[in-house]
């Protein structure tokens, strides 16, 4: 789908973060890539250039561009999110990963908060080093209707997609998380002009698809924390007996796959801006207000679906989640009364036997936690 866009006369314009409005890759000619690194094996390469001590999904995509790998864009969009990534980003440029006449690289700073000065801040960076050589580089219409119709378009696929995701909350979900990550990755790294047709199509089969007579699993969990982009990881978690009915994670659909609600007031730029900015829950951003939001989203997502217990999860050596990680798990597990699970884990995790076994002592303790709560309910009536 890619090649075809390219063929179509588009631009195809690569990044990693949601920091890096989306919505705003997909103005006229271009259209948006998010950057993976399926079936990473060696990143010895990359560790070289890097260090052994950095997120694997950061070596993992140098290594995959030193490869090759990424020829085909026409632009990196990286941001200043994070170290690891930063450091990816840098070595992609200074090793030349592709030799494209008219490349754009471009690396946002990102604010830490959500305040006026700082959307003041993220508005001028986007402006200047995202829509202004897009401009000039590749003709791109960067006025407010373009980027109105890039946010409908947007927004078409967000409704189809929650609307896929809404059978998750079933007693007996239609749809598996395994299954529902492949899209939801479809949805970042394929032009999104040329999906539309086959996420309909999906819908449509579900709406009509029976659930299996029999359960298959044990329990419904919210999988919380950083980068997943291997569907592996969620088969491995499904096996183990947990079914994943909500997805809050960096290549999810929380944050990412909500609708824009434009006003014709205010420019559509400075909206989309700010959305991105306030509907954040990257764990860098460390105003109380926004710790709270993270806690407060988690908590919503496991009423909302019904989930028996959340999975904190963080990629081995990620800095904002390694923080995140140990102090949410202790506050939804003793403040907010959820059942939690803390886990860290590399970039390629199908075969890790101890990930496996934890998830699995996971599943029992919340079908022991379920037995206790009936055997109290039923004294209680008695």
Not at 238 to 266: H, K, M, Q, T, W
């Amino acid at each position: 789908m890619v090649k075809k866009a390219q063929e179509e006369g588009k631009y195809a314009l690569g990044y990693t973060c949601y920091h890096m409005p989306e919505v705003l890759l997909n103005l006229d000619n271009c259209f948006s890539v998010r950057l993976r690194a399926p079936r990473t094996g060696s990143m010895d390469i990359a560790t070289y250039y890097m260090s052994n001590a950095l997120c694997e999904y950061a070596r993992a995509l140098l290594e995959r561009a030193l490869e090759g790998g990424y020829r085909f864009l026409d632009a990196l969009m990286a941001v200043d999110a994070c170290e690891c990534m930063n450091r990816s980003m840098e070595n992609m440029e200074l090793l030349d990963f592709n030799d494209k006449e008219h490349l754009i690289i471009s690396n946002l700073d990102i604010p830490f908060s959500d305040d006026e000065d700082c959307l003041k801040h993220y508005c001028e960076q986007i402006s200047r080093k995202t829509l202004k050589p897009l401009k000039e580089t590749f003709g791109t219409d960067i006025s407010d209707d373009s980027i109105r119709r890039a946010v409908q378009q947007h927004n078409e696929m967000c409704r189809i997609l929650n609307e896929i995701g809404d059978f998750r909350k079933l007693d007996n979900p239609t749809i598996t998380g395994y299954e529902f990550l492949i899209l939801t990755l479809i949805t970042y790294c394929c032009p999104k002009h040329l999906i539309m047709n086959e996420l309909s199509e999906t819908l449509e089969e579900l709406r009509t698809r029976e659930p299996d007579k029999k359960k298959q699993f044990r329990a419904k969990v919210v999988i919380v924390g950083s980068e997943i982009d291997d569907p592996e990881l969620i088969s491995l978690i499904e096996e183990s007996g947990a079914l994943v009915v909500a997805d809050r994670f960096c290549y999810g659909s929380v944050p990412g796959r909500e609708e824009f609600i434009l006003n014709d007031e205010e420019p559509a730029f400075e909206q989309v801006c700010r959305k991105y900015l306030h509907d954040s829950l990257c764990p860098r951003m460390v105003s109380p207000h926004k710790v709270e939001q993270r806690y407060t989203v988690a908590e919503q997502l496991a009423r909302d679906y019904h989930a028996d217990g959340i999975i904190y999860e963080q990629m081995k050596f990620c800095t904002y989640w390694s923080y995140e990680r140990a102090l949410a798990s202790h506050v939804m597990e003793l403040e907010r009364g959820i059942p939690t699970l803390s886990i860290d884990r590399p970039y390629m995790s199908r075969s890790s036997g101890q990930l496996r076994t934890r998830v699995q002592a996971f599943v029992e303790s919340l079908e022991i936690k379920k037995i206790k709560a009936k055997k109290q309910g039923e004294v209680k009536l008695a």
